[in-house]
């Protein structure tokens, strides 16, 4: 069936490095990919998104590329704060019925 | 900017008890969602709600859970008789604008309502 996949976690970053969070999902179509963030303490929250394949979303600084071919969505962020550290849930859906996650990532920033 | 609200934000229960998770999602969206997430696990899909009725539901979901549109801006979800085992975090979410375009699929999603079993 279909499904996300995404790296394990811990991920221990320093303030400004580079982060790379993978995603990759099995769909038997095209769905729509999300990353969503999700804060201590706090719920979900989109972070980006695409809906088609070579899509870029990006917001906050973080991107990511619906790549078909690999079936990637892979997350980044040229530079982390420690205000980013946070779980971070790579989604997919096909339609308004239900969203498939992935396990989530945890990533730590420290200054 | 408009959000979804979920009440209450923490809930304990004793095992056997009914507990009913309250949710108001955005006002104009059309499709509503419970998920619920075990401490420190996935994000798991339990329904999906659309037009009055369910649209989709997990193998989670069995005959302890119930939910609701009782009027036009609560969406509810029931739990008969809790177990151990309910103990996570529920959100609600919503999605798909009127007027606007259905194939948007991004779920908004609430705080989440912590429920404890004891």
């Known amino acids: 069936g279909d499904s996300v996949t995404q790296m394990e976690g811990p991920v221990t970053l320093s303030e400004e490095a580079f982060l790379t969070i993978n995603c990759t999902y099995t769909a038997t179509g095209y769905p729509s990919l999300f990353w969503y963030v999700q804060y201590p303490g706090e719920g979900l929250q989109l972070l980006l998104k695409?809906?088609?394949?070579?899509d870029k979303g990006s917001n906050k600084g973080f991107e990511a590329t619906y790549r078909k071919e690999t079936t990637s969505f892979h997350l980044e962020k040229g530079s982390v704060q420690v205000s980013d550290s946070a779980v971070y849930f790579c989604a997919h859906a096909y339609n308004n019925n239900d969203m498939r996650f992935g396990a989530g990532t945890r990533l730590t920033v420290k200054p | 900017e408009p959000e979804v609200t979920q009440t209450p934000s923490h809930q304990v229960t004793q095992m056997g008890q009914e507990v009913i998770l309250r949710c108001v999602p955005i006002s104009n969206h059309l499709y509503f969602y419970w998920y619920r997430q075990i401490l420190g696990q996935k994000v798991e899909f339990l329904v999906s709600?659309?037009?009055?009725?369910?649209?989709?539901k997990s193998e989670i979901f069995d005959d302890q859970f119930s939910v609701e549109r009782p009027d036009g801006s609560n969406f509810t979800l029931k739990i008969r008789s809790t177990k151990l085992e309910d103990s996570a975090m529920y959100f609600c979410?919503?999605?798909?604008?009127?007027?606007?375009?259905?194939?948007?699929?991004?779920?908004?999603f609430g705080p989440g309502t912590r429920l404890t079993v004891t």
């Open positions: 979410a919503s999605s798909g604008s009127l007027g606007g375009s259905v194939l948007v699929y991004e779920q908004y």
């Open positions: 709600f659309y037009n009055n009725e369910i649209s989709e």
């Open positions: 695409a809906t088609k394949a070579d």
